[in-house]
């Protein structure tokens, strides 16, 4: 009688548990639609209109694809983008080779500092461009005659603005790599050159052609960089801008935007294809490879390194002098003056603070739902049905540019029949967008993290009748840690330094620091726009090093089981 008692406790025990995880997952995948999903179904709905809200079928697209002035801006984004990931993804195979395939010194530095533009908001390198190669920049005459404002400039500052991501995925395809591979080479007799063919580009083909789509979804999506040295240069990036901003037309707005749309989910579905034949290239029987010394071999990346990494140095430092220099080029006396931003047309300390709290924000709230989600996805059964539904709702975000994301949220929250309108213009509707726009890189850290607990965890605790949230509460986000101090970190630097979204949903009292650099360059205040854009990198910055150390306290506590 005592088992059959027991018993009977049991199951509504388990039963609980199993609707109240149901009801979450519904709930995080009704999120996804809502702010994700149906402002896209309504950016599509908007295209196909009217400024009356009549239907006009494929007009809009007609107009825009005869009218030269627009038109030519798909040619002139697909000629930027191409050049802008040639040049990127070469630099940063070398760059990844070096760090990788070398015993050059001081290659956790170089590495470091490939890294480092992922910390200022892509206006920044227009800004420093300027400086340096503009009607009165500092080395102008290296491009011999030719303008910065235009192609030249935005190709420059988008390899800048793109490197890191390349170099990230170039330097992970490079370090899996099995050793025996090329002991077999040198057993075989063969040389530096034919090994590199044959063993090392093979190995890598997919992160390079990972690392190619990635820049290219990047630069045909980026709006900072041609909007502040793109001069009459368009691309499509800026002409949404320009139509919703400029001219108030939403509905060629929409219409560019779904272009926008198109290479960005060409990328997207060429990168998982091959991804999808990406097969195993380490085995339990692999050896790690570990590169030889050459001292000619080591000099030679050593010194293209040094190069690359001087001209990331020098982006950032001439936005330093120039947001410090009192007037640049004529009175070069050093003053604070540009940081009273208060008194500068389009920015104001308030945009800063509003940005931090925006990232703040982001980070709480944004980990706590990605990290919830994840685990709903990943450590749940049963409903595989709906489990795959919000799997597809995660991935929707890294095919869909921010701009489009941004316009996507005019169309669907400013209807005031919406009851969601209540969110237009508020800090709100930032911190969503924010969290939407990079919603799908965060899930796949939590995923990553959570396939890398044995399963046996919730086993366990289901066979000893622990609820499901202290399992959570008391195992899995304590082991997970690492994974979730990270995503919050990259959630509050892409909250800090993002602007191609936001542009569109903010007011006089939200506007934020990335949103101010733009709209002081417009206003002529460089210097300003340069020192905000330098504030927002000084922040990161900090925010990192702060991570790092309140990381080592907090692992020190949930990540002790990890020491022997």
Same mark, same amino acid.
């Given at each position: 009688?005592?088992?059959?008692?027991?018993?009977?406790?049991?199951?509504?025990?388990?039963?609980?548990?199993?609707?109240? $995880?149901?009801?979450?997952?519904?709930?995080?995948?009704? /999120?996804?639609?809502?702010? @994700?999903?149906?402002?896209?179904?309504?950016?599509?709905?908007?295209?196909?209109?009217?400024?009356?809200?009549?239907?006009?079928?494929? %007009?809009?697209?007609?107009?825009?694809?005869?009218?030269?002035?627009?038109?030519?801006?798909?040619?002139?984004?697909?000629?930027?983008?191409?050049?802008?990931?040639?040049?990127?993804?070469?630099?940063?195979?070398?760059?990844?080779?070096?760090?990788?395939?070398?015993?050059?010194?001081?290659?956790?530095?170089? !590495?470091?500092?490939?890294?480092?533009?992922?910390?200022?908001?892509?206006?920044? +390198?227009?800004?420093?461009?300027?400086?340096?190669?503009?009607?009165?920049?500092?080395?102008?005459?290296?491009?011999?005659?030719?303008?910065?404002?235009?192609?030249?400039?935005?190709?420059?500052?988008?390899?800048?603005?793109?490197?890191?991501?390349?170099?990230?995925?170039?330097?992970?395809?490079?370090?899996?790599?099995?050793?025996?591979?090329?002991?077999?080479?040198?057993?075989?007799?063969?040389?530096?050159?034919?090994?590199?063919?044959?063993?090392?580009?093979?190995?890598?083909?997919?992160?390079?052609?990972?690392?190619?789509?990635?820049?290219?979804?990047?630069?045909?999506?980026?709006?900072?960089?041609?909007?502040?040295?793109?001069?009459?240069?368009?691309?499509?990036?800026?002409?949404?801008?320009?139509?919703?901003?400029?001219?108030?037309?939403?509905?060629?707005?929409?219409?560019?935007?779904?272009?926008?749309?198109?290479?960005?989910? /060409? %990328?997207?579905?060429?990168?998982?294809? @091959?991804?999808? !034949?990406?097969? %195993?290239?380490?085995?339990?029987?692999?050896?790690? #490879?570990?590169?030889?010394?050459?001292?000619?071999?080591?000099?030679?990346?050593?010194?293209?390194?040094?190069?690359?990494?001087?001209?990331?140095?020098?982006?950032?430092?001439?936005?330093?002098?120039?947001?410090?220099?009192?007037?640049? +080029?004529?009175?070069?006396?050093?003053?604070?003056?540009?940081?009273?931003?208060?008194?500068?047309?389009?920015?104001?300390?308030?945009?800063?603070?509003?940005?931090?709290?925006?990232?703040?924000?982001?980070?709480?709230?944004?980990?706590?739902?990605?990290?919830?989600?994840?685990?709903?996805?990943?450590?749940?059964?049963?409903?595989?049905?709906?489990?795959?539904?919000?799997?597809?709702?995660?991935?929707? +975000?890294?095919?869909?540019?921010?701009?489009?994301?941004?316009?996507? #949220?005019?169309?669907?929250?400013?209807?005031?029949?919406? +009851?969601?309108?209540? /969110? #237009?213009?508020?800090?709100?509707?930032? @911190?969503?967008?924010?969290?939407?726009?990079? #919603?799908?890189?965060?899930?796949?850290?939590?995923?990553?993290?959570?396939?890398?607990?044995?399963?046996?965890?919730?086993?366990?605790?289901?066979?000893?009748?622990?609820?499901?949230?202290?399992?959570?509460?008391?195992?899995?986000?304590?082991?997970?840690?690492?994974?979730?101090?990270?995503?919050?970190?990259?959630?509050?630097?892409?909250?800090?330094?993002?602007?191609?979204?936001?542009?569109?949903?903010?007011?006089?009292?939200?506007?934020?620091?990335?949103?101010?650099?733009?709209? $002081?360059?417009? %206003?002529?205040?460089?210097?300003?726009?340069?020192?905000?854009?330098? $504030?927002?990198?000084?922040?990161?910055?900090?925010?990192?090093?702060?991570?790092?150390?309140?990381?080592?306290?907090? /692992?020190?506590?949930?990540?002790?089981?990890?020491?022997?």
């Amino acid at each position: 009688m005592t088992a059959i008692a027991a018993g009977e406790r049991v199951r509504p025990r388990a039963s609980r548990d199993h609707w109240a $995880m149901a009801a979450a997952l519904v709930l995080i995948a009704a /999120l996804l639609v809502i702010f @994700v999903a149906l402002p896209l179904y309504t950016l599509l709905s908007k295209s196909f209109e009217n400024a009356d809200g009549g239907f006009v079928g494929l %007009a809009n697209f007609s107009k825009f694809l005869t009218t030269p002035a627009l038109s030519i801006s798909i040619s002139n984004s697909l000629q930027i983008a191409l050049a802008a990931s040639f040049i990127t993804t070469s630099l940063a195979f070398v760059y990844a080779y070096a760090i990788t395939r070398s015993q050059m010194p001081l290659r956790a530095l170089f !590495k470091g500092l490939a890294l480092l533009p992922l910390l200022a908001p892509s206006l920044l +390198p227009g800004i420093s461009l300027v400086y340096l190669f503009g009607n009165k920049g500092l080395v102008k005459e290296w491009l011999m005659g030719e303008s910065i404002y235009g192609p030249i400039g935005i190709v420059m500052g988008e390899v800048f603005y793109t490197f890191p991501h390349a170099v990230m995925i170039l330097v992970t395809a490079l370090s899996i790599t099995d050793g025996r591979l090329y002991e077999a080479a040198e057993v075989l007799g063969a040389g530096t050159v034919r090994k590199f063919f044959t063993v090392t580009v093979p190995a890598v083909r997919y992160g390079l052609v990972s690392a190619f789509f990635v820049v290219f979804t990047l630069v045909v999506t980026d709006f900072g960089i041609p909007k502040v040295i793109g001069g009459n240069y368009n691309v499509l990036a800026t002409d949404v801008y320009k139509q919703v901003v400029g001219r108030n037309d939403f509905q060629m707005g929409a219409v560019v935007g779904m272009i926008l749309l198109l290479p960005a989910l /060409l %990328a997207f579905a060429v990168d998982r294809l @091959v991804q999808r !034949k990406q097969v %195993a290239l380490l085995s339990a029987r692999a050896v790690p #490879y570990i590169a030889k010394k050459s001292p000619g071999f080591d000099f030679a990346v050593l010194a293209f390194c040094a190069v690359v990494s001087l001209a990331i140095l020098s982006m950032f430092a001439m936005a330093a002098c120039a947001s410090f220099v009192k007037l640049w +080029p004529y009175n070069l006396e050093l003053v604070w003056k540009h940081y009273d931003f208060d008194l500068t047309d389009g920015g104001s300390w308030t945009s800063f603070w509003n940005s931090i709290e925006m990232s703040a924000l982001t980070a709480i709230f944004g980990t706590a739902v990605v990290f919830a989600g994840a685990y709903l996805v990943e450590k749940q059964t049963g409903f595989k049905k709906l489990r795959g539904v919000v799997q597809f709702l995660c991935m929707i +975000p890294m095919a869909v540019p921010g701009l489009v994301l941004g316009v996507a #949220y005019i169309f669907f929250f400013v209807d005031q029949a919406n +009851p969601l309108h209540v /969110l #237009y213009h508020s800090m709100a509707i930032l @911190v969503i967008n924010t969290v939407a726009h990079f #919603y799908t890189v965060a899930h796949l850290t939590a995923v990553t993290a959570l396939k890398q607990m044995d399963g046996e965890f919730e086993a366990v605790s289901a066979s000893l009748q622990v609820p499901v949230w202290r399992t959570f509460r008391r195992v899995t986000v304590p082991v997970a840690m690492p994974a979730i101090l990270d995503i919050s970190l990259y959630l509050f630097v892409s909250a800090m330094t993002t602007v191609s979204a936001v542009v569109f949903l903010y007011s006089p009292n939200t506007t934020l620091a990335s949103v101010a650099v733009l709209n $002081m360059d417009d %206003a002529g205040d460089v210097a300003p726009a340069a020192a905000m854009a330098m $504030m927002i990198v000084y922040t990161c910055i900090a925010v990192r090093l702060a991570h790092a150390v309140l990381s080592r306290a907090v /692992l020190a506590r949930t990540q002790a089981w990890r020491r022997r």
